[in-house]
């Protein structure tokens, strides 16, 4: 028995004799069966299979199949005609305007296939990574196409469509058709689409991430800044005539709670052209839940003002200079709630605390201060790039930075509320010190006479007449604890046992 793969483009029709191969269950791998039907989502085939002891229904990827024989004459009748002549149609050749259109409609018919970008090869087959139902979400392994497979860098690649009402939709389709129709530019593209595509690599593979960068042809300026290690990166806004290049430094989310990492420095770059928005991340530290929010956040309806790509990077923006607002909100709730801890209980607060408390809030003050001063800059961009165009989301630029620099305000007050706190704590130590101090005077005072009554009479000279009063024992303990008290009683009096 023969084996064929099926034509690019094509699928096998209902009622096709197929074979499964790719498996990761090994006892499916080789087995015959017939395609009975095409999932509603378009990205799994329904195989009856019926080979040796494996008998019913499977669902598979259209990668996991191969025709064994030429489906025979005699196809099953179906009620359902419209689905009948779609399946029909899948097996027209894929022209380009064609290909264009399935690979936002049909991801399962897109051609798994590698793209040669930079001297690299970017393998995006479908074995590769999952799709999700509303989030793109694919692994692209990036190699020199000369070296091992072990050489193997893998960058995360996100694509996504900038609609002209303002609304971004994940990118359906092959994510290396989706990247190549963003590098393209906007007059040259069918449907004259923006694109917002984000990145996240790390710098295991040096090489190969250069290399891969320069294949995206942004220019040799913006391409060297973001080859930088990531450990050189600082916040800044550069531009060319066609491409603008801006590098926050920002915040990222620790779990799903809104809790943030104040210990991790990390920069994030943003390359917007006419029609494309690239978010780049290069460090070993992304977050999962910054990615997850930072999505759900570009997703949403009313987040864009225009379909543009310039409103996609105000939005981006926005995103973290909001954590970094939330992150300064949370601290001052900490800085007040640990002053009345201190005002209330001053020996449940420990000086560790307020340590802590302090290099949480600088290292957010040095975050909204790099904030602030990025968007500041980016004031004049529009007049330094030929193609950033911000007129019709000026405004809401405008917002942002009003934004930042009061996070930066509130991160100065928060510091003065916690050099006030370290005093207030050191205050309240003194105040313990001398307290103890207080109390070790007054039993010194308090002793003092008994002490020196004792030395006399400790003397024991035969000529001392109180040695031989009769019960003078007796007398001598009365004597003592009668000072004492009186001591006690003028002590208390005095103030000296108050505690402030």
Avoid at 120 to 136: G, H, Q, R, V, Y
Avoid at 201 to 206: I, V
Avoid at 261 to 285: C, F, P, R, S
Avoid at 362 to 387: G, P
């Amino acid at each position: 028995m023969s084996s064929n793969h099926s034509s690019p483009g094509i699928l096998p029709e209902v009622g096709a004799k197929v074979q499964l191969v790719g498996l990761k269950n090994a006892n499916l791998n080789g087995r015959t069966g017939t395609i009975s039907d095409y999932a509603k989502d378009g990205k799994r085939v329904k195989i009856n299979v019926h080979d040796g002891a494996h008998q019913g229904i499977v669902k598979v990827k259209p990668r996991n199949i191969v025709v064994s024989e030429e489906p025979s004459g005699v196809e099953e009748e179906t009620d359902d005609d419209d689905r009948r002549r779609e399946l029909s149609s899948l097996r027209r050749p894929l022209t380009r305007s064609r290909r264009l259109e399935t690979a936002h409609a049909r991801p399962h018919e897109a051609k798994p296939r590698q793209h040669s970008i930079g001297g690299l090869t970017a393998n995006n087959d479908s074995s590769f990574f999952d799709m999700s139902e509303d989030i793109e979400d694919r692994d692209v392994f990036v190699r020199d196409v000369t070296k091992e497979y072990a050489t193997t860098q893998a960058i995360k690649l996100r694509v996504f469509r900038i609609l002209a009402g303002g609304k971004i939709v994940p990118y359906r389709g092959d994510v290396n058709y989706g990247l190549s129709d963003a590098l393209t530019p906007p007059d040259d593209r069918s449907d004259h689409t923006a694109y917002w595509v984000h990145a996240e690599a790390d710098e295991t593979n040096r090489e190969a991430l250069d290399k891969w960068i320069d294949g995206l042809n942004l220019g040799a300026y913006i391409s060297d800044q973001i080859k930088r290690p990531a450990n050189e990166w600082m916040s800044s806004v550069m531009c060319t005539k066609s491409t603008a290049l801006v590098t926050l430094r920002v915040l990222q989310l620790k779990d799903e709670c809104g809790t943030f990492k104040l210990d991790e420095v990390e920069y994030l770059a943003a390359i917007v052209t006419t029609g494309m928005l690239l978010t780049y991340d290069v460090t070993n530290m992304t977050s999962a839940h910054t990615t997850s929010a930072l999505i759900a956040h570009m997703l949403q309806e009313e987040v864009l003002r225009d379909g543009s790509s310039h409103a996609a990077l105000t939005s981006w923006l926005e995103f973290h200079v909001r954590n970094t607002k939330n992150a300064a909100t949370e601290l001052l709730k900490d800085s007040v709630r640990m002053t009345k801890k201190l005002d209330v209980e001053p020996k449940m607060v420990n000086l560790r605390e307020i340590l802590d408390l302090s290099g949480r809030i600088l290292f957010v003050a040095s975050v909204a201060e790099e904030q602030n001063h990025c968007l500041a800059n980016m004031r004049d961009m529009d007049t330094e790039s030929d193609d950033a165009d911000f007129e019709k989301v000026v405004g809401a630029s405008q917002m942002l930075l009003i934004t930042a620099k009061s996070t930066e305000i509130m991160m100065e007050r928060i510091k003065r509320l916690v050099e006030d706190l370290k005093n207030a704590f050191g205050s309240h130590q003194l105040e313990r010190i001398y307290q103890k101090l207080s109390l070790l005077t007054v039993l010194s005072a308090i002793f003092m006479p008994l002490t020196f009554w004792a030395g006399v009479y400790g003397m024991n000279f035969e000529n001392i007449p109180e040695l031989s009063t009769q019960n003078g024992y007796f007398v001598w303990w009365g004597v003592m604890i009668t000072i004492a008290i009186g001591m006690t009683t003028f002590f208390y009096i005095d103030g000296w046992f108050v505690k402030y």
